[in-house]
């Protein structure tokens, strides 16, 4: 991995604490399931073998698909399945290059899941010469300088090129935002809007005008304090997160969508009605400094990759169809494997569920050969529903419900299924 773009995602990378119960993605488990320390995952990645197959933006391995290339960008069970998926070709690798076959615990497997999922947070380097046009185009140039060229009625922004973070960007673009509209005005200049890759552009535009080689990095963000934030900074007093919160503005666990400048982008999009709201309400705009924007959008991002919470009844059904049964019987008949209703009961989390499987993955995929079973593949929220269905009180087949409940629409556009 390039130096400055490594650099970038060990400052973005987080582990997740998982000690939810059951009802993975329900709101009273929300906060246990939110990334806290950096780098762990980052860490794992490397130390466990998984960057001598798996490249990430073209460095590391190539036996595996490149996972900084957005293949990631799904819910959190979702990457577990994509996972459990490819175990055979994965330990057709481990076997031709003779690698011993990692294992995890439970809190290093949230680590590695948190790594894979943030990596989709990352927006590719900006574009310079992209950058440069959209400086002139939404205006910029009437009140800032870049590279000694522009007006002068606000900072000179060249001293943001020894930034490598848009997120200091960012985060003066908010605290400036109210005063910026005023001047926009008097200048009779139309208020832009960012999407996609503009803020990173617009970044190495700058960077290109500066002079010096300093780098400076943004702190790493930690959603584990940016949801103390949503609370501190009364921002759950407009917005709900899952339902729980404020109404005056969208559910921002639905509405955010996109990587951490795309989120970024949003919030400068929506400041001038943001403002007017909370002037209404008496609540005066939060000030925040660069570590509180990263911890706030880091927040923010993590939210689209909870699962909605599974189906026990569904669950069931994908216990059926995929003949886990067949190794997995119940308790008093032979097994090629443990009856799962004695497993389980010694698993209390969907992590621990899914680090069994993980660890023991290499010994299934023996067994389905000997036994000429065909590896099952998991699809859409089947994992989830699955995992329901185990850390719901499963017995084997013979406590399986006799029809699944009908899975409801998706309130957003459903992820590609896991190959």
Not at 95 to 116: D, G, I, N, V, W
Not at 131 to 158: E, Y
Not at 262 to 269: R, T
Not at 381 to 388: C, N, S, W, Y
């Amino acid at each position: 991995m390039r130096p400055g773009l490594l650099a970038a995602a060990l400052g973005l990378l987080a582990a997740t604490a998982f000690d939810a119960g059951p009802a993975l993605g329900g709101h009273d488990g929300l906060s246990l399931l939110l990334p806290g320390s950096p780098l762990e995952g980052s860490r794992l990645f490397a130390s466990k073998g998984c960057l001598g197959c798996h490249g990430v933006h073209g460095a590391g391995g190539t036996a595996g698909p490149d996972l900084g290339r957005g293949i990631l960008k799904r819910p959190l069970l979702e990457i577990a399945a994509v996972m459990w998926n490819h175990t055979p070709g994965m330990e057709h690798q481990f076997q031709e290059k003779r690698l011993t076959r990692p294992t995890f615990e439970p809190p290093q497997m949230a680590s590695l899941l948190a790594f894979l999922y943030y990596l989709g947070s990352l927006d590719p380097p900006g574009d310079a010469d992209r950058g440069g046009l959209l400086f002139r185009q939404k205006g910029c140039q009437t009140c800032h300088t870049v590279g000694g060229r522009g007006g002068s009625v606000g900072p000179d922004l060249t001293s943001y090129s020894r930034y490598a973070s848009p997120l200091f960007l960012t985060t003066g673009l908010w605290n400036r935002g109210r005063a910026m509209a005023r001047a926009m005005e008097q200048q009779k200049v139309t208020r832009a809007t960012f999407g996609g890759t503009d803020i990173p552009d617009l970044l190495a535009y700058i960077r290109s005008a500066g002079a010096g080689t300093e780098r400076v990095y943004a702190p790493p963000g930690n959603p584990k304090r940016g949801e103390a934030l949503f609370t501190r900074k009364r921002c759950a007093e407009c917005h709900a997160v899952r339902g729980h919160g404020g109404t005056l503005g969208p559910d921002l666990a639905t509405e955010i969508k996109g990587s951490l400048m795309q989120i970024a982008g949003a919030m400068w999009n929506h400041g001038p009605r943001m403002w007017a709201k909370m002037a209404e309400r008496g609540i005066e705009v939060p000030a925040l400094d660069t570590q509180e924007m990263s911890d706030l959008i880091g927040y923010l991002y993590f939210l689209q990759f909870i699962d909605p919470p599974g189906d026990a009844r569904r669950g069931a059904a994908v216990y059926r169809e995929k003949r886990c049964g067949r190794c997995h019987g119940a308790v008093d008949t032979k097994l090629v494997a443990p009856a799962l209703a004695r497993v389980v009961e010694n698993l209390k989390t969907p992590l621990a569920v899914i680090t069994a499987m993980w660890n023991h993955a290499g010994q299934m995929t023996e067994t389905t050969v000997e036994e000429n079973v065909a590896w099952p593949i998991l699809k859409g929220g089947e994992m989830a529903d699955l995992m329901a269905y185990l850390l719901g009180g499963a017995r084997g087949p013979a406590s399986t419900p006799a029809a699944p409940a009908p899975r409801p629409a998706p309130a957003r556009k459903a992820p590609a299924p896991a190959k």
